[in-house]
């Protein structure tokens, strides 16, 4: 039975639609992985070996950006350009084990970096609705206070991964997670704030 040309032309529009949402949303995946993936290797520069720890995190500055965005499928770019980023600098391929070893470790690390983002965006919404515009000290406390929580998060996992898989020993857990903490605080605090005042004054739909 020949369908009509009326109902055929609604579900290649359906269709073409859909096909549209999705080329979109998978190329902006990918462009919140490369960015955050280039932050990464910016912070690595300074990074204190062999843990790949160092004193400022761009990227975490901006993930918390992409979290406070409407974007569902943030969340797959930022862990997709951590796990890039931590396997690049620590992957050890000498032999299968170690490949194993180092690249889960690396596997383990993203979510912290999840939590502390969206936690932190969810802590910051839960003390301003509408947060951006840095108008008031209200609003920059709120900031700082929410995010200072918020960095244990990715701190406290990231470390215990390194510690897990290998990479650093036990013994510099204190030291290594005040490096990560500060690291990841310098760099929510620096990049952040320069986002949001931007995009908050530039009128920019977030993604």
């Known amino acids: 039975m020949r369908l009509p040309s009326a109902f055929l032309l609604l579900i290649n529009g359906r269709m073409g639609r859909q096909l549209h949402v999705i080329a979109r949303s998978v190329a902006t995946t990918?462009?919140?992985?490369?960015a955050y993936f280039g932050l990464a290797r910016v912070g690595q520069l300074l990074a204190i070996p062999p843990g790949n720890v160092t004193p400022i995190w761009p990227a975490s500055g901006f993930a918390l950006w992409i979290a406070l965005g409407s974007f569902r499928f943030g969340w797959i770019g930022i862990w997709l350009g951590n796990f890039l980023a931590n396997t690049w600098a620590f992957v050890d391929v000498s032999t299968a084990n170690d490949a194993v070893r180092t690249i889960l470790t690396g596997l383990c690390i993203g979510p912290g970096?999840?939590?502390?983002?969206y936690g932190g965006a969810y802590l910051l919404r839960r003390c301003i609705p509408a947060p951006g515009g840095f108008t008031s000290i209200r609003e920059v406390g709120c900031f700082v206070a929410s995010q200072s929580v918020a960095c244990t998060a990715s701190a406290t996992l990231g470390v215990t991964a390194l510690c897990g898989g290998g990479i650093i020993g036990w013994k510099e857990f204190g030291y290594t997670w005040l490096t990560w903490y500060l690291g990841d605080g310098f760099g929510v605090i620096v990049v952040a704030p320069v986002l949001m005042v931007w995009q908050s004054r530039s009128g920019m739909a977030h993604l």
Not at 30 to 34: D, Q, R
Not at 113 to 117: E, G, M, T, V, Y
């Open 113 to 117: 970096d999840l939590l502390q983002a």
């Open 30 to 34: 990918v462009a919140i992985a490369i």
